[in-house]
């Protein structure tokens, strides 16, 4: 079990908005570390989307932003395209354990 | 274009050491940055093992510290894992990426395509 928690799966329409949750702890969202996002197409590796709780790398759209809040964290993703259909991981330290955590990942479909 | 490319046995047998290296191109690892190894077993979650400077300072997983090395070869811009005494629960696809960001603030920003190693007799 994942120490920051994710919903397993997720789906929604063309167009539409979604938002993926990402929920940790004290020793590690909630101690202010931040949170990374990754993208992970089918049968792929993953791609940085989302860095520092909310930076976008070159060439991601804006569709895509991060938010943090307490201890979780959300991507959310406006506009949802076919292409978006993949696993999303998030990503922190924890300061408990003292190494870099994921969460299980929440595959998103759509419909 | 930075480029990371994770080779080494595809099947490894139990008890047995897993040694997979990542050459990287585009860029000289004796510059900067840390430089990190991370599996995903078939159908579960990403898990970070370890990450090396081209110095050869290591942070490692400590579930698994105990089988991990990694190294640096500056001359060849790679670096390596070895996981020794292999299980079952090893089997995964290993991928090796780049680190950034300001310890322990750390993200991965570049990732090789992956390389999936079987554990089994």
């Known amino acids: 079990q994942s120490v920051l928690t994710q919903p397993p799966s997720l789906s929604g329409a063309p167009g539409q908005r979604v938002t993926i949750s990402c929920t940790g702890s004290s020793s590690n969202i909630g101690a202010g570390y931040d949170v990374h996002w990754y993208q992970q197409l089918p049968g792929t590796a993953p791609k940085l989307l989302i860095y520092g709780n909310a930076n976008r790398p070159s060439g991601v759209p804006d569709r895509f932003s991060g938010s943090k809040s307490g201890t979780s964290a959300s991507l959310a993703i406006t506009g949802l395209q076919a292409e978006d259909e993949a696993d999303y991981s998030c990503?922190?330290?924890?300061?408990?354990?003292?190494?870099?955590?994921f969460g299980g990942g929440t595959k998103l479909t759509v419909l | 274009q930075v480029q990371l490319q994770e080779s080494g046995p595809g099947l490894v047998k139990p008890s047995e050491t897993l040694s997979l290296t990542c050459a990287v191109s585009?860029?000289?690892?004796?510059?900067?940055?840390?430089w990190g190894w991370i599996r995903q077993p078939p159908g579960k979650g990403l898990e970070w093992i370890g990450s090396i400077y081209h110095s050869g300072f290591t942070y490692y997983n400590p579930s698994l510290k105990s089988r991990v090395t990694t190294s640096v070869d500056t001359s060849k811009n790679q670096f390596s894992l070895r996981l020794s005494s292999v299980t079952a629960a090893d089997t995964a696809v290993y991928y090796c990426?780049?680190?950034?960001?300001?310890?322990?603030?750390?993200?991965?920003?570049?990732w090789g395509r992956g390389t999936l190693v079987t554990v089994s007799s």
């Open positions: 585009g860029y000289s690892i004796s510059s900067d940055y840390y």
């Open positions: 990426a780049r680190v950034r960001g300001t310890h322990p603030y750390w993200y991965f920003d570049l």
């Open positions: 990503q922190s330290y924890d300061s408990s354990l003292n190494y870099w955590i």
